[in-house]
Every structure is written in C-alpha cells, then in structure tokens.
C-alpha cells in the first residue's frame, strides 16, 4: 500500500512539474529585435535616409528590445522619431487595469478586435507643436508592444503611416515567443 501511495505521488509531482515549468512567458532574451520588423519600404516612407538603432533591457523575469529611428539624422527634412517596443514581465504586471490606462495616456480606445488579445491606436494630427500615431497592444497579462511616431516636422504624415503603424503594431504582436 505505502509503495502504490509513493508511485501516486511521484506521477503526481512529475505530472505537475511537466506542465507547470513549461508554464508562463519566455525569457526577456527570447524577445525578437524590433528592427528587424521595420522593412526598407516602411523605413524609407516614414523616415527616409533614417537608421534603425536598437536597444534592450533584459531582465531575468522582465525586459524589453526596442528600436528607435531617429527622424532627423535621415536624408529627408524630417524632424521626430520612430519606435517600437516589445516586452515581457513575468508577473502579469499588463493586466486590465494597466491597458485602460496606457490606452488613456494616448488617448485612444482599448479594444479586443486585435493585434493581439486587447489593442489601442490613435493618430493625432498636428497639435502643440508636433503630430503622433501612438499604439499599444498585448498578449496575455505578460506580453506588450507599442509603437509611437511623432513628427515635429514636417506637419503632416506620409502617406499611408496609419496603416503602416497599425502593420507594424501587428508584426511586433506576431512576433512575441508566446505560444
């Protein structure tokens, strides 16, 4: 009896180790550089002559990769940024509560149509001295993404950044290690 209980236990703590350690995010490494999401055509439509410069912040738990595209050092008389912004944080920390309120920092509506399981986006046109696309979007309570474009000059948009932004926004989603 002792021995049948034993063998219990022992698939039982195999069991739970089997699915419970493969449980939860990836690791911040596992992050995908951003830059590699913002192909040629994007980059010369929306910042021409621009280079993408990325950056990371990798914890063991909680991290993020970023590419940054600075609007000023290209070939075109364009002055702002480009950015797009993919973490991770091991403690659920984007949770309902976090997403309403990033979604009001842009000023945009949180809604659950996509990328991912809850996303917001806004354009503002030009307004105290600058326009912006801001956009965020998450995967479970673990995973964020946001992209952002600001322009300083000139005072309106290339044509087609919206979409792009919100293809972009897209791609950072798809590229998350959930699965």
């Known amino acids: 009896m002792r021995l049948r209980a034993c063998m219990v236990l022992v698939v039982c703590v195999l069991s739970v180790g089997a699915t419970g350690c493969g449980a939860g995010p990836a690791a911040p490494a596992a992050l995908r550089d951003p830059c ?6 994007v980059l010369d439509r929306l910042a021409p002559g621009s280079a993408r410069e990325p950056r990371a912040q990798l914890g063991d738990i909680s991290g993020s990769r970023a590419c940054d595209v600075d609007l000023t050092a290209g070939t075109a008389s364009m ?12 403690s659920e920390m984007y949770d ?35 326009a912006r696309i801001d956009g965020r979007a998450w995967v479970g309570g673990d995973y964020e993404v946001s992209v952002t474009y600001q322009l300083v000059a000139p005072r309106s948009f290339p044509p087609g950044a919206e979409q792009d932004l919100r293809d972009l926004l897209a791609a950072g989603v798809d590229s998350l290690p959930v699965g």
């Open 96 to 130: 309902d509560g976090w997403r309403a309120k990033q979604c009001a920092k842009i000023g945009a509506k949180l809604t659950s149509s996509g990328p991912g399981d809850a996303s917001c986006l806004v354009t503002t046109p030009w307004t105290g001295g600058q």
């Open 79 to 90: 002055r702002g940024d480009l950015e797009i912004t993919v973490a991770v944080d091991g």
């Open 36 to 41: 590699e999401l913002i192909n040629d055509e």
